[in-house]
């Protein structure tokens, strides 16, 4: 992941010419590496950018006009095109005020989360300026020509909850929650397909202009070239992998329904209690272990909540549902699973890490318990 902050808090993170080059350069760099996954952008301080730093570039009154325009072309304009040819997700995490040119860039991001107190600026009509940066283009898109025309042209502070009311962004969080959900989503964006992402980023591009049979043939065009990626055969095997395995742990429990049986569930995720839920219900003594307790706790008791539900709609007995809560039970620790004659984990999809779990309870089970991966 390529995390790019702007860090010049004490200006509010408004560009000068040597933002733009430390900028523009990582952002090249980063396109072309295929180490990184995502980008994230955000900032130091108390805003997140205030567009231009003015005091970059004077205005004499008795000097000639400024060409405002050589700035654009040379900078902002190339900017905005790093941001939206990216060929991976750009995010962005809008902390404080984004103006002008700074909330344009935010703009032309694909997925953007501001924290409650972001909000957004399109101040350029205040110096008798045109909203630059992609202004013009991305605004009408993502809020229609009605609001567009308002928020150019009045200048009104958009808060971030109004923001996400009229389109213009993904997701409002609080502050001090904002850099943990950004990295949360990054995170996500990595695991992904990173070439599948960069043709539905080309894609929703292109149909801003785009009429539906120009559209229609491009997803034909961009889609034939997904299906020839190797991300497309790593996905469909990881899904057959998963479906094969979800098919192996049901025939198992099948055959453990014939007799009664100690089963272990390691993760409390939906898999994790929806397979403990199973258990339970015919029979079997059932224990479900997650390495956060509270986690465990708060499934249990939303499973409980659900059930309740189905009694209460006469698709399920009290009998039914006082026999499947006596049945399970949550284990603290490891060593409460060491009589379980059947595991079933439910875990994180990392090898290393379900490695690791199995050489645990390989020590602490019977050798005759069942593992199912």
Request: aromatic letters at 6%.
């Amino acid at each position: 992941m390529g995390y790019l902050t702007f860090n010049r808090p004490k200006q509010l993170n408004s560009f000068n010419e040597t933002m733009h080059q430390e900028v523009s350069k990582v952002m090249k760099a980063w396109a072309k590496d295929s180490k990184i996954r995502v980008v994230v952008i955000s900032a130091e301080g108390r805003g997140f950018c205030a567009g231009q730093d003015l005091n970059d570039r004077v205005v004499d009154p008795n000097a000639d006009a400024p060409d405002l325009g050589l700035s654009i072309e040379k900078y902002y304009n190339p900017l905005i095109k790093l941001i939206t040819d990216m060929p991976k997700p750009v995010l962005c995490a809008v902390n404080g005020v984004a103006a002008g040119a700074g909330a344009n860039i935010a703009l032309a991001c694909d997925i953007v989360l501001a924290a409650k107190s972001a909000s957004f600026i399109q101040a350029f009509c205040r110096l008798g300026l045109v909203p630059d940066s992609g202004g013009t283009w991305f605004l009408p898109r993502l809020v229609g020509r009605a609001q567009a025309m308002g928020l150019a042209m009045l200048g009104d502070k958009v808060s971030a909850e109004q923001a996400l009311q009229l389109g213009m962004i993904w997701q409002v969080v609080e502050d001090d929650q904002l850099k943990a959900e950004a990295g949360k989503m990054a995170e996500h964006l990595a695991k992904q397909p990173t070439y599948g992402l960069s043709l539905i980023k080309k894609a929703i591009h292109a149909a801003a202009d785009n009429n539906l049979d120009e559209q229609l043939i491009l997803e034909r065009d961009l889609q034939r070239l997904a299906g020839r990626s190797s991300d497309y055969k790593e996905g469909v095997q990881a899904f057959m992998q998963k479906t094969h395995t979800a098919i192996y742990r049901m025939l198992i429990m099948e055959q453990l329904c014939l007799q009664q049986a100690r089963v272990a569930v390691i993760g409390a995720g939906t898999m994790g209690i929806g397979i403990a839920q199973l258990a339970a219900m015919h029979g079997h003594p059932t224990q479900l272990f997650d390495v956060d307790v509270q986690k465990s706790e708060a499934a249990l008791a939303q499973l409980k909540n659900q059930l309740e539900k189905r009694v209460t709609a006469g698709k399920m007995t009290a009998q039914l549902l006082q026999q499947t809560l006596a049945n399970l039970t949550i284990a603290s620790d490891l060593q409460a699973l060491a009589n379980a004659q059947l595991v079933v984990e439910a875990i994180v999809e990392k090898k290393e890490v379900k490695q690791a779990l199995f050489q645990q309870l390989a020590a602490l089970c019977p050798v005759e318990t069942i593992f199912c991966l």
